[in-house]
């Protein structure tokens, strides 16, 4: 397939990558040898500041990784300061509204324009010229737009939300959604996976692309597949911390086994990292 992440992403086709954490400069350089469509910065979560944003998204993309940022907030502000710094893809956090993801548009695909111009031209109440529509397409073709989709409010309105032309593509969050669902972390629970599919597949069915965030590395890679074979698309598979947990966590059991002649019983570090 070809043309822009968005189309990609509309499209079907499946995309690999993973969330960062680190911010080494030496990170960089070892994460292209994963062979990765894209990396997935959280400043939701993670105490990542602007400066730091900036430099990462602008080098992961020299890099041929397509950055994708998840703001603090559905904020259409922060979308523009993240945009500004270099980053790509927006994720924006629990949006549960039509009106919410039509804000958000505004930033991602139509900028410059901001304001009183700018809501008129979200509600239609007023139409840009051709030269107009054609900057801001050009100036934005590179933007993608993807919502997490984590609550049950979420899923109610979810055909509204999928109506909002620019909406890319839909993320769900797995912690947030199991909370909501009141089954926290039981991502194994068959309400949780009926809801996941359910949200997978309307997002297929309108041509957007679908993810979740799978947090739970290697022990979860079954329900990933599952995830997979259900329509998922944006494959954002855990995180570089989870990673570096996971595997040291298996040459220390391995090294104080051979230290003590037998197998000690560890506190399982493989748990997921709400993030």
């Avoid at 602008?58 to 300061?81: C, E, H, N």
């Avoid at 548009?105 to 410059?112: D, E, F, I, N, Y």
Wanted: proline share 4%; glycine share 8%; aromatic share 6%.
């Amino acid at each position: 397939m070809t043309g822009t992440f968005s189309d990609r992403l509309r499209q079907g086709e499946k995309l690999y990558g993973t969330l960062i954490v680190s911010p080494s400069p030496r990170w960089p350089e070892q994460i292209a040898k994963l062979g990765l469509d894209f990396v997935f910065i959280d400043t939701e979560h993670i105490a990542i500041d602007r400066a730091e944003l900036s430099w990462m998204c602008q080098t992961y993309k020299a890099l041929g990784m397509y950055p994708i940022v998840r703001i603090l907030s559905p904020d259409p502000f922060l979308a523009t300061a993240a945009l500004d710094g270099g980053a790509c893809g927006i994720v924006a956090p629990y949006v549960e509204t039509a009106d919410q993801a039509r804000d958000l548009m505004g930033a991602v695909k139509l900028r410059p324009i901001k304001g009183k111009k700018l809501n008129q031209l979200l509600h239609k109440s007023e139409t840009a010229s051709d030269c107009l529509q054609e900057y801001m397409k050009e100036g934005t073709k590179e933007n993608s737009l993807i919502l997490n989709i984590e609550s049950a409010e979420g899923i109610q309105n979810l055909d509204e939300i999928l109506e909002v032309e620019g909406v890319d593509g839909v993320l769900i969050g797995p912690h947030d959604l199991s909370s909501s669902l009141e089954i926290p972390e039981d991502y194994r629970h068959p309400e949780f996976d009926k809801s996941v599919c359910k949200i997978i597949q309307t997002a297929r069915e309108k041509s957007r692309g679908a993810g979740i965030h799978a947090i739970m590395g290697a022990k979860g890679l079954d329900l990933e597949q599952s995830w997979i074979e259900a329509g998922a698309n944006f494959i954002l598979h855990s995180a570089d911390i989870i990673a570096a947990v996971d595997s040291l966590n298996s040459e220390f059991k391995t090294l104080k086994a051979g230290a003590t002649g037998e197998c000690e019983q560890q506190a399982d570090s493989t748990d997921p990292i709400n993030i």
